[in-house]
């Protein structure tokens, strides 16, 4: 009996080689637990000014929500500017390390010293806005933090408190520093989901 071998079109055969290729460039190198933190962490202390634009999903498990927001942050100084997808409000929120102002849509000036309470007012839900300044990159927040990493080395979970926080995509930023896009923070019943793009530091904003 003749044994028959099936060929590819060479077509075909090149663009399953190419995807392979392009498949295995995108497998990080196996580095140590933390390794990829320790990264991040040099990183934003030489540039401690940066902006991220994004979306946010909330949920208290009946109904849902979506903002987007434009983080600004000067050091431990944030503005961020927050909008509802529909409807057309929106809020201007500052804040530092003992303070916190918000003003915009149905409210008239909150302050305080911390800002997630005047989120909550203004918006009507619970957003770990404090903490966020640390998630949304990759850090953990300065105290009370328990880490797990996936195998290439790269944080997957942080507990935080009442919050439990997954990391579930990275972007590669300047200079190899992996930054992330995706990012689901959890304090039953209420999930804020966070959807990161156009990172940007000082030297780009100049």
């Not at 990264?39 to 949920?59: A, C």
Request: with cysteine; charged share 25%.
């Amino acid at each position: 009996m003749r044994m028959r071998v099936f060929q590819l079109p060479l077509p075909l055969c090149g663009l399953m080689i190419a995807v392979l290729l392009v498949s295995g460039c995108a497998i990080r190198e196996p580095r140590p637990e933390g390794a990829w933190l320790q990264d991040r962490e040099r990183w934003f202390h030489k540039h401690p000014d940066w902006t991220v634009q994004g979306r946010l999903g909330l949920s208290n498990g009946q109904r849902g929500g979506s903002l987007s927001f434009d983080w600004q942050a000067q050091g431990d100084q944030h503005t961020v500017q927050l909008r509802t997808i529909a409807g057309g409000k929106q809020w201007r929120l500052q804040f530092g390390p003992e303070y916190a102002l918000l003003e915009g849509s149905d409210i008239d000036r909150l302050e305080g010293s911390d800002p997630d309470p005047l989120v909550e007012q203004a918006v009507g839900w619970p957003i770990p806005v404090q903490w966020l300044s640390q998630w949304l990159r990759g850090l953990p927040a300065p105290s009370e933090a328990r880490m797990a990493f996936a195998e290439d080395g790269t944080l997957t979970q942080l507990r935080h408190s009442s919050w439990s926080i997954d990391f579930s995509r990275w972007t590669d930023g300047r200079n190899g520093v992996l930054l992330p896009t995706r990012i689901e923070a959890r304090d039953p019943p209420h999930r804020v989901r966070a959807a990161m793009s156009n990172w940007r530091f000082k030297t780009e904003l100049d």
